[in-house]
């Protein structure tokens, strides 16, 4: 009977050991893992920066801008895009990883067009890196090749940026001489004073 009894108590021991055991272990793996510290990740798209930095900070969040692109119709400084994506639940202390639009519009270089190009190959390559094209400016030379590029009123150079989007001028050879050129514009401003005149009397 005694004999009994010890194997009980020896049993009891035991069990009672591994339960302990196992409630130890479970509550330093919820402490580990940080179970119960989760947060639901905030839509920050299209907020300001300084904005989500706080909303993150309240949330027991961090960030870190990982890139920045530019999206025309977006305030500059705002969020683009967020990871992970909001309504996602994750661990506190995690980094939301932000793409923010740039503060000014990127400038890029214009294709090098001058004296390569006929006006329907410059147009191509103009439009196809994103830039755009106003009428062109006539000058005395070879019938529809490019001679230079402008920008507001500056003519550039191989390898010089401009904004994303600019609007350009080519500089086009109209297939005239120089001095038939010149009689046109003079016949031009001739008729043109005709005109006044007439307006004038009238």
């Not at 010890?6 to 330093?28: E, K, S």
């Not at 639940?89 to 090098?112: A, Q, W």
């Not at 001489?177 to 009689?183: G, P, V």
């Amino acid at each position: 009977m005694r004999g009994f009894r010890f194997l009980l108590c020896h049993l009891f021991a035991m069990g009672l050991f591994v339960f302990l055991l196992i409630t130890g272990v479970m509550f330093w793996l919820s402490k580990y893992t940080r179970q119960e510290e989760v947060t639901i990740v905030p839509e920050m798209k299209g907020i300001p920066l300084a904005h989500a930095e706080r909303l993150l900070q309240w949330k027991g969040l961090e960030y870190q801008v990982a890139d920045s692109n530019y999206v025309e119709n977006q305030l500059p400084g705002r969020i683009l895009e967020q990871t992970p994506s909001a309504g996602q639940t994750v661990k506190k202390g995690r980094i939301i990883y932000l793409t923010i639009n740039k503060e000014s519009v990127p400038e890029y270089p214009v294709p090098d067009v001058a004296d390569n190009s006929s006006v329907r190959q410059a147009e191509a390559k103009i439009m196809a890196a994103g830039f755009k094209l106003t009428e062109h400016k006539l000058i005395a030379g070879e019938r529809d090749w490019v001679y230079g590029v402008i920008h507001k009123g500056r003519t550039l150079a191989p390898g010089d940026k401009v904004p994303m989007g600019a609007t350009l001028t080519l500089v086009v050879g109209s297939g005239q001489s120089k001095e038939q050129m010149d009689l046109m514009e003079r016949d031009d401003a001739y008729t043109t004073e005709e005109d006044d005149d007439a307006e004038f009397y009238d």
